[in-house]
T-cell receptor, first 110, second 113 residues
């Protein structure tokens, strides 16, 4: 099956700085890569996604890049704000299954 | 917030008991997936239902079973509960083939004593 690894497990940045979270996957058949934000006690919320035929996607302060050859994809958050503090999960979809990373706890220090 | 709802929100059971969790999918969505999220971990895929048929299963034993109904709502049943089954159980729904985005419900937190 697919194996998704996510780094770092924790990340602290100063407000206004950028944050980068990286994920790797093992199965080249995976073709869709969403990112979720989960605040404490709440459901995961989709923040951005990318399909395997696209190398980069941006939505305001959030961007995702995908390198299919190297089998890795990254989340970039610019101009971080305290409300960006949460746990972020990457995922890869292969066939009908989504495989999630172990999460990155992001803290934005005011 | 999404239109996916789950019940109950919290549940306490003892080892060996059985539990049924419920999920109501977002309007127009015919695919429901169930996940187990242990504390500090990412969601782990249990299984997926599409038009009332299971069409994908993760690495979970047969005591985890499910159903999907004609209105696309779904149940997760867990028999012979074990302490390690304590977790947040999430369901997620998505639309017809070609629609990849899935939307999560708020989850049911299960505690097994």
């Amino acid at each position: 099956g697919e194996n998704v690894e996510q780094h770092p497990s924790t990340l602290s940045v100063q407000e206004g700085d950028s944050a980068v979270i990286k994920c790797t996957y093992s199965d080249s058949a995976s073709n869709y890569f969403p990112w979720y934000k989960q605040e404490l006690g709440k459901r995961p919320q989709l923040i951005i996604d990318i399909r395997s035929n696209v190398g980069e996607k941006k939505d305001q302060r959030i961007a995702v890049t995908l390198n299919k050859t190297a089998k890795h994809f990254s989340l970039h958050i610019t101009e971080t704000q305290p409300e960006d503090s949460a746990v972020y999960f990457c995922a890869a979809r292969r066939s009908n299954q989504f495989y999630f990373g172990t999460g990155t706890s992001l803290t934005v220090i005011p | 917030e999404t239109g996916v709802t789950q019940s109950p929100t919290h549940l306490i059971k003892t080892r060996g008991q059985q539990v049924t969790l419920r999920c109501s999918s977002q309007s127009g969505h015919n695919t429901v997936s169930w996940y187990q999220q242990a504390l500090g971990q990412g969601p782990q895929f249990i299984f997926q239902y599409y038009r009332e048929e299971e069409n994908g299963r993760g690495n979970f034993p047969p005591r985890f079973s499910g159903l999907q109904f004609p209105n696309y709502s779904s149940e997760l049943n867990v028999n012979a509960l074990e302490l390690d089954d304590s977790a947040l159980y999430l369901c997620a729904s998505r639309g017809t083939s070609g629609q990849e985005t899935q939307y999560f419900g708020p989850g049911t937190r299960l505690l097994v004593l």
